[in-house]
T-cell receptor, first 112, second 111 residues
Framework: EDQVTQSPEALRLQEGESSSLNCSYT??????LFWYRQDPGKGPEFLFT???AGEEKEKERLKATLTKKESFLHITAPKPEDSATYLC?????????????FGTGTKLQVIP | KAGVTQTPRYLIKTRGQQVTLSCSPI?????VSWYQQTPGQGLQFLFE???????NKGNFPGRFSGRQFSNSRSEMNVSTLELGDSALYLC??????????FGPGTRLTVL
């Protein structure tokens, strides 16, 4: 069964203090790893898709990287508006069906 | 391009009642998935539809059902509501085999 584990569960940073969020996964036939941002009471907002080890994607202060067993979301010089829960998900191919499995997320708080 | 829309946004029901939630995917997307999100369990997969066929199903009781119409719009139904069904229900649409885009969700409260 596909599994996604995110760490830490919660992270508190000072504004400008860079850090990384981790997403470890086991999946049958990886068809993509996704990062989302979710604000309280809202639907997840799509950030990145990574398909193969070594791939990197960047958007503003965020950079996502992928290895064969984990992905990192690097946040450079975060601002208070980056506070949110960040979700990682994988799409696997098992038994001829593709299925998306989500981690439980990392809740990020950026203090001014 | 319009995003994923879900109706209603908020719903209050009592135990034993049933409820129907609606989702309109992004134009051109034929895959629609439903998730239940609770503070303790995170995002739990309910089912996925593609071209009016249920392609995959999560580990939820038979009280949870869904369907997809020829225009890709989807509905999910929960019968005999229980207190534990209180959650944010999220719909996501995607083109085949790529990232999903989520709607704003329907907040269901069961009293």
């Amino acid at each position: 069964e596909d599994q996604v584990t995110q760490s830490p569960e919660a992270l508190r940073l000072q504004e400008g203090e860079s850090s990384s969020l981790n997403c470890s996964y086991t999946v049958s036939g990886l068809r993509g790893l996704f990062w989302y941002r979710q604000d309280p009471g809202k639907g997840p907002e799509f950030l990145f898709t990574l398909y193969s080890a070594g791939e990197e994607k960047e958007k503003e202060r965020l950079k996502a990287t992928l290895t064969k067993k984990e992905s990192f979301l690097h946040i450079t010089a975060p601002k208070p508006e980056d506070s949110a829960t960040y979700l990682c998900a994988v799409r696997g191919n098992s038994g001829g069906y593709q299925k998306v499995t989500f981690g439980t997320g990392t809740k990020l708080q950026v203090i001014p | 391009k319009a995003g994923v829309t879900q109706t209603p946004r908020y719903l209050i029901k009592t135990r034993g009642q049933q409820v129907t939630l609606s989702c309109s995917p992004i134009s051109g997307h034929r895959s629609v998935s439903w998730y239940q999100q609770t503070p303790g369990q995170g995002l739990q997969f309910l089912f996925e539809y593609f071209s009016e066929t249920q392609r995959n199903k999560g580990n939820f009781p038979g009280r949870f059902s869904g369907r997809q119409f020829s225009n890709s719009r989807s509905e999910m139904n929960v019968s005999t509501l229980e207190l534990g069904d209180s959650a944010l229900y999220l719909c996501a649409s995607s083109a085949v085999g790529v990232e999903q885009f989520f709607g704003p969700g329907t907040r269901l409260t069961v009293l």
